[in-house]
């Protein structure tokens, strides 16, 4: 192979020249891709074109190694001609630099080019088997429109399944007032409960402000939805759910109040920066994909969109979907590392035989469904292999966010089945279609102009440039990335460690700024269900007039009487509900808040009584009130046939001894 250094052409190119094999089928995959990140600055030609213009170089030198020759008449030839062509992009500058600077480099790349070469159909094939027959760059426009889209409804369902329940569980007589929160701890904390508390009741803590947040929520969900000012709606969305979750104490202290935040937060980085969706909405071409064919090209026999779309930001990109792959890989491992046997875990080993989780979750979890009950009349085995599968799609499925097209695509699939399948089993709120959502970032634009295009018109399909406009508005939302990058980065690698290894200790740097940032919710950890809830208790309210005759109060969707169906509600959320089945974990003192709700039914509150099913005193409020355990199960099918019963329950103590209305007046 002639020396770089010593081998100039007599008859250089007016522009960098990259000469390939054209009957490489390897190459010419490669080539799009390449041609696609120079956008226009290399000329590409196959050397049976043009061989005999370069006399210095022989053909079977162009057969063996591609060419790479410059104006000035330098050639490369190799693993380091592909670097020089790819330095006039500037993000791929670092590969030529590499080359000659860091030892090894060169060398390495230079074997791994031979074996390439001479293997070129395999290579073809491995190509072809993880990015198609489509090895462009990926974008996302598609992805990026309808996971905003998606991120919207999850806020409009979060905003208005709140909002019927605000006034009940944080209102002015509700069972945690806000009004008489925010003053206690302002009277605790001092100015600093500001930053402690981040929300805007800090204004007014009345029922109107509080419903006032909600309502603007859904206003500017609809406007996200719609595609209206898509960024500044994420900003103050961001503001008023935070503001909501702060001020629902208890009762917003869930994972997925929590994701959503940080979805939210990290969206502003990725949505467009203007005021009116402007591109088509009724065809692919209309998010930057094209109607069919490969990667940034439209079909000759449609038209372009009347406004071409914003670039994706590749770093706000990349903070959303490092969000999925920490939300997934987190909430397996720390199924592994909690102790907890039923997850198959035994003595640092796997054991199929416990993996037993299912045993136990489909009637142990908060809020199960019908469908629910089902699932656990599957035989053992296949509890045991729907175990290993969830741990598989949490733990190793994960890593291919990062793979190739075709790997990448079935990782999406997979979670999102996953997620599917959890939505339909047990009620978890919008925490499923927010996952969703963050899966819809894996499917690049040319997989949705595959199967958007109808089969003529990918026969009849012209390869045309798709360009994206950059903007000064685009390069600070990433610049603006790159910082959040920067500052998260470190705490959700040190996170994601803690869930291998929950003994670690928090390097000092890192607690000062996690504890700066714990409070907005910006940066956190995830892990539902490391330990497995192996019984249900359930805590049954009775009310009664005279101390003799007790009555139940009812719950809207939490197990109460045996003859009633599990429910559906998600991706509603009941708090109230939620937060019943973990005051059963503990007792009633580890559960402030469960007193003040006995208070609020001795008083009648009336917003109180609207979260539940049934009031048994719908005129008075009773005079007594006590609470009982009961220990619930699922019935089988044999004893469902017989009883119609869908739960089986029996009383073991009472939880709340009984308390008289006279008790509550007394100072």
Request: some cysteine; charged content about 20%.
């Amino acid at each position: 192979m002639p020396n770089r250094s010593h081998l100039r052409v007599a008859n250089p190119p007016t522009r960098p020249l990259l000469i390939w094999d054209g009957q490489c089928d390897f190459c010419r995959l490669w080539i799009e891709r390449w041609r696609e990140i120079t956008a226009d600055k290399v000329d590409y030609v196959p050397y049976q074109e043009v061989a005999d213009r370069f006399p210095e170089i022989s053909r079977e030198e162009f057969g063996r190694a591609m060419v790479f020759i410059q104006p000035d008449g330098e050639t490369f030839f190799a693993a380091e001609a592909v670097y020089r062509s790819l330095r006039y992009r500037s993000s791929r500058r670092w590969l030529a630099w590499s080359y000659d600077h860091v030892p090894g480099f060169a060398a390495i790349s230079e074997i791994g080019y031979k074996f390439v070469a001479r293997h070129r159909g395999l290579g073809s094939t491995f190509t072809r088997l993880l990015w198609g027959r489509d090895t462009l760059p990926p974008t996302y426009i598609w992805a990026r429109r309808w996971f905003l889209r998606t991120l919207g409804l999850t806020y409009l369902v979060a905003f208005v399944s709140l909002w019927v329940q605000v006034d009940g569980l944080v209102g002015s007589n509700g069972v945690s007032p806000l009004n008489q929160f925010l003053p206690a701890v302002y009277e605790r904390f001092g100015s600093s409960a500001y930053s402690l508390l981040p929300t805007l009741c800090w204004f007014t803590a009345s029922n109107g402000f509080l419903n006032f947040l909600c309502g603007g929520g859904v206003v500017l969900s609809l406007l996200l939805i719609a595609g209206i000012a898509p960024a500044l709606s994420l900003v103050v969305l961001f503001v008023f759910y935070l503001s909501l979750t702060t001020a629902g104490q208890t009762f917003l202290s869930f994972q997925w109040d929590i994701l959503l935040l940080e979805s939210g937060f990290l969206s502003i980085f990725l949505a467009p920066w203007k005021l009116w969706p402007r591109e088509l909405m009724l065809w692919p071409g209309s998010f930057g994909v094209p109607p069919s064919g490969g990667l940034g090209r439209v079909n000759a026999e449609l038209r372009a969109p009347p406004a071409t779309p914003q670039p994706v930001s590749r770093a706000g990109l990349f903070l959303l979907k490092f969000l999925l792959f920490k939300l997934m890989l987190m909430s397996g491992v720390v199924k592994l590392t909690s102790g907890d046997d039923s997850w198959g875990w035994v003595n640092h080993s796997f054991h199929w035989s416990a993996l037993t989780a299912l045993d136990y979750h489909y009637w142990s979890q908060p809020l199960p469904t019908m469908f629910g009950w089902w699932a656990d009349q599957s035989p053992e085995w296949f509890k045991h292999f729907s175990v290993a599968f969830c741990l598989v799609v949490e733990i190793i499925v994960p890593f291919f966010i990062w793979a190739p097209r075709r790997p990448r695509l079935i990782a999406a699939g997979l979670m999102i089945f996953l997620q599917l399948v959890i939505a339909i089993t047990g009620n978890y709120c919008f925490f499923n279609l927010l996952t969703i959502a963050l899966c819809l970032l894996l499917i690049d634009d040319s997989v949705v102009a595959a199967l958007w295009a109808a089969p003529h018109h990918r026969a009849k399909n012209v390869d045309v440039p798709f360009r994206t406009t950059k903007r000064l508005q685009d390069q600070l939302r990433s610049y603006a990335a790159i910082a959040v990058i920067v500052l998260t980065l470190p705490i959700n690698a040190w996170l994601i460690f803690t869930a291998f290894n929950p003994d670690a200790d928090w390097p000092r740097p890192l607690v000062a700024i996690y504890g700066r940032l714990q409070s907005f919710r910006i940066v956190n950890g995830y892990g539902l269900f490391r330990v497995m809830t192996k019984d249900r208790d359930e805590i049954v309210i009775e009310g009664s007039a005279d101390g003799i005759d007790w009555l139940p109060y009812e719950f809207k969707w939490k197990p109460g009487d045996v003859m009633r169906a599990p429910g559906w509600c998600a991706p509603h959320q009941p708090r109230l509900d939620w937060q019943m089945w973990f005051a059963a974990l503990g007792s009633y003192r580890e559960n402030p808040w469960f007193g003040r709700l006995i208070v609020r039914l001795l008083q009648g509150s009336r917003d109180v009584n609207q979260l539940l099913a049934k009031n048994p005193f719908p005129h008075d409020p009773p005079r007594y009130l006590r609470a009982m355990f009961y220990r619930y199960r699922f019935t089988t099918l044999r004893e469902r046939r017989e009883t119609g019963a869908w739960w089986k329950r029996e009383q073991l103590r009472e939880y709340l001894p009984t308390v008289s209305a006279d008790q509550v007046r007394q100072p």
